[in-house]
């Protein structure tokens, strides 16, 4: 508060014009228009409650979607048969193999056929593969053809004969009949 200057009545501080001489009055800033009602303010509450409610409902949805499964399953692992071409998956199962014969003390001798007539590992059709070799204990065959019965499939090997000259043995493995169906690729 503050009186006029010219007239000396008490004035409120917001008054632009003296009501009781009309001389101009100095008002400061923070009383000018303070005399007026103040705009109404924006309750940011209910805008709020919809934004939390609006993420709750989509974070729910994409739980029960196909988001949601991705999110949940983790990384995809890949296969690494699924890159391995023939050729690969041959050098795989002669690798195996001689690592097998070689941890046993002996050595192999591999031979591809196709159709009946010899052919070679190279060849991008479905073969038999014939393994020589000579072992100490036939029942050593099991722990060496084991591990690449799964490489079968993916080399086209159809048949696998393996021909234990110490004992006399064979044994042939085979694949199933919807692999040996499988058109060649």
């Known amino acids: 508060m503050h009186d006029c200057p010219t007239c000396q009545v008490p004035l409120h501080g917001h008054e632009e014009v003296c009501p009781s001489c009309g ?91 196709v159709a009946g007539e010899p052919s070679t590992k190279d060849v991008q059709k479905p073969c038999e593969l014939t393994v020589d070799t000579e072992l100490k204990d036939p029942k050593q065959h099991k722990s060496i053809v084991d591990p690449i019965k799964q490489y079968m499939e993916k080399a086209q090997v159809l048949t696998l004969t393996m021909n234990d000259s110490k004992s006399h043995a064979t044994w042939t493995y085979n694949l199933g009949p919807a692999a040996q169906e499988a058109p060649a690729q």
């Open 23 to 113: 001389t101009k009055q100095y008002v400061k800033p923070e009383f000018r228009r303070s005399n007026l009602p103040k705009p109404p303010g924006v309750n940011p509450m209910p805008f709020i409650v919809v934004l939390v409610g609006l993420v709750l409902v989509i974070f729910v949805c994409a739980q029960n979607s196909w988001i949601g499964q991705v999110f949940h399953r983790g990384p995809v692992v890949e296969d690494p048969m699924d890159k391995m071409t023939i050729l690969d998956a041959r050098n795989a199962i002669e690798t195996q193999i001689n690592q097998g014969l070689t941890a046993v003390g002996s050595t192999a001798k591999f031979a591809y056929k």
